[in-house]
């Protein structure tokens, strides 16, 4: 079931996180690592209404994160005047 649901939705969510980055690779990685905690927490996943709308989510909430992530640690740019 998981792998069917892997590559039912890898395309979809992919093509979904491009919609919060053009940088290929970190959407990659972010699907990645949701299918990775899906798989790793199986056991404690309740039923899902949606699997579509639970992955789109997820994922979304993934990108936010990583990318909240990214942002605070970006050197900070001085600008003089």
Do not use: M
Request: net charge positive; proline share 4%.
């Amino acid at each position: 079931a998981f792998t069917s649901i892997y590559s039912t939705y890898l395309r979809p969510l992919y093509n979904y996180g491009r919609k919060f980055s053009k940088n290929t690779a970190f959407i990659e990685d972010c699907i990645q690592d949701l299918f990775v905690e899906l798989w790793k927490n199986k056991n404690q996943l309740g039923p899902a209404n949606s699997v579509k709308y639970y992955l789109y989510k997820s994922l979304r909430r993934k990108i936010f994160r990583a990318l909240q992530h990214e942002n605070k640690h970006l050197p900070e740019v001085l600008t003089e005047e």
